[in-house]
């Protein structure tokens, strides 16, 4: 559902917005949630304090919610993951935040790798219906069927 680049390198020589902003409309899909994932590096000379993955979901009871990740400040390459609507009974309409919400303008180098956004299928009646079938066991199925 990702349909921006994956991969991204941040130096201090660039100019364009480093928070890598995004917006996202999911107002088609019926889902159970959403998760959003990277793999963030602050690489030697960045100087950035309490960096975010940050998203705001608006719902279609016209709520807002901001969900928050604070990203480690380290040279190893670590995980960051946000699930977003799995625990509302509310659809949600859009997502919007930054890959990268920070406080600092000049020092930031970091690498963001494999970025992903899935969305998280409702249970399916059936599927839930032959799982309770294969839980059963073979005998209560030759029951079943005869």
């Known amino acids: 559902?990702?349909?921006?680049?994956?991969?991204?390198?941040?130096?201090?020589?660039?100019?364009?917005?480093?928070?890598i902003p995004f917006n996202i409309r999911v107002d088609t899909?019926?889902?159970?949630?959403?998760?959003?994932s990277a793999f963030y590096?602050?690489?030697k000379g960045s100087r950035v304090h309490k960096p975010l993955l940050e998203v705001m979901t608006?719902?279609?009871?016209?709520?807002?919610?901001?969900?928050?990740?604070?990203l480690?400040?380290?040279?190893?390459?670590?995980?960051?993951?946000?699930?977003?609507?799995?625990?509302k009974d509310?659809?949600?309409?859009q997502m919007q935040g930054f890959l990268l919400k920070h406080d600092t303008l000049e020092e930031?180098?970091?690498?963001?790798k494999d970025v992903e956004f899935e969305f998280l299928p409702k249970p399916d009646s059936l599927a839930q219906d032959s799982l309770n079938v294969d839980s059963?066991?073979?005998d209560a199925i030759e029951k079943r069927v005869l």
Request: glycine share 6%.
């Open 72 to 87: 480690k400040n380290t040279h190893n390459s670590t995980k960051a993951e946000l699930t977003i609507g799995a625990n």
């Open 58 to 70: 608006l719902y279609e009871d016209s709520t807002l919610d901001t969900l928050t990740y604070e």
């Open 29 to 36: 899909i019926d889902a159970q949630g959403y998760r959003i």
């Open 108 to 112: 930031l180098r970091a690498r963001i």
């Open 136 to 138: 059963l066991g073979v």
């Open 41 to 43: 590096q602050f690489l």
């Open 1 to 19: 559902m990702w349909k921006g680049k994956r991969n991204f390198f941040i130096s201090l020589r660039d100019t364009f917005d480093r928070r």
């Open 90 to 93: 509310l659809k949600v309409l």
